[in-house]
């Protein structure tokens, strides 16, 4: 069993940074593929941003943060992180950071298996 405990997240004004992590339980994050999603009240989840084990290397975002947020990991670790610049009013909502063994398509939250508990972002205007 994967264990994901996120931090980081609190209140911050519009064009302020806040950078989130996530630790990991578990002997073999590094063949974890890893991601951020996001929940605002009465809206669905929204992918944020992943990134692939390793030896993949391979990053994807979500359009409403690409240019603004970084996805990284430390394998050694066993930690993942995202970096959120310039931030938006409309970034505001619960985090979520999800991890998935095997192959699975980064953007579909229904493909991962562990999840965390979430943090709360709030950027105030």
């Known amino acids: 069993q994967v264990q994901l405990v996120e931090s980081g997240g609190g209140l911050v004004q519009a064009g302020g940074s806040l950078r989130l992590s996530c630790a990991t339980s578990?002997?073999?994050?590094?063949?974890?593929?890893m991601g951020w999603f996001r929940q605002a009240p009465g809206k669905e989840r929204e992918f944020v941003a992943a990134i692939r084990r390793r030896g993949y290397g391979a990053y994807y975002y979500g359009d409403s943060v690409k240019g603004r947020f970084t996805i990284s990991r430390d394998n050694a670790r066993n930690t993942m992180y995202l970096q959120m610049n310039s931030l938006k009013p409309e970034d505001t909502a619960v985090y979520y950071c999800a991890a998935a063994e095997g192959p699975i398509s980064p953007q579909k939250g229904d493909e991962y298996e562990y999840w965390g508990q979430g943090t709360q972002v709030t950027v105030s205007s």
């Open positions: 578990g002997r073999t994050f590094s063949s974890y593929t």
